[in-house]
């Protein structure tokens, strides 16, 4: 049986002319004021709850609110919560 040919192959490298330079926008960390929203919503989110539970009588438009105390108390955190993706 007659032996196969050996090809050698040139280490392929692509045109320096065909590169165009890409400028990184340099991102530095986030606002102190943003942290201090973020964390203020989560915090007031926490509260609303507790202020819900644990007032005897009820705020007056907390008890016209309902069951919705609930939607207002966790949506203020979920948008805190939301805020830590964007937080740097």
Known sequence: MPKSKV????????PTDRRTPVKVKAVGPSHPVYVTIMLGMMLLGLAWLVA?????NGIPVM?????????IGFALMIIGLLMTMKWR
């Open 7 to 14: 090809r050698k192959k040139t280490v392929y490298t692509p």
């Open 52 to 56: 819900y539970y644990l007032v005897p």
């Open 63 to 71: 008890e016209s609110l309902g069951a919705w105390n609930f939607l």
